[in-house]
């Protein structure tokens, strides 16, 4: 069973999570020829404080671009 791990920061919506699922699924029996129902994706967000970037946390960055 293959496993595809995403790793993104906290705020996708519902629907949006649900075509992450629907296109990793698709490529990914499209490249291997795998079966579509041994593939499973976890989707783990984490707080833009606990991402870093050149030195600073995507929070950081994104105060910095909007201010």
């Known amino acids: 069973m293959p496993i595809i791990e995403v790793k993104q920061p906290i705020g996708a919506t519902a629907e949006l999570k649900r075509a992450i699922v629907r296109e990793l699924t698709e490529a990914y029996v ?4 795998g079966k579509r129902e041994s593939v499973w994706i976890v989707i783990d967000e984490t707080a833009r404080d606990d ?4 030195g600073e946390t995507l929070a950081e960055r994104a105060g910095r671009a909007s201010g």
């Open 51 to 54: 991402w870093g970037i050149a």
């Open 30 to 33: 499209n490249a291997t020829g």
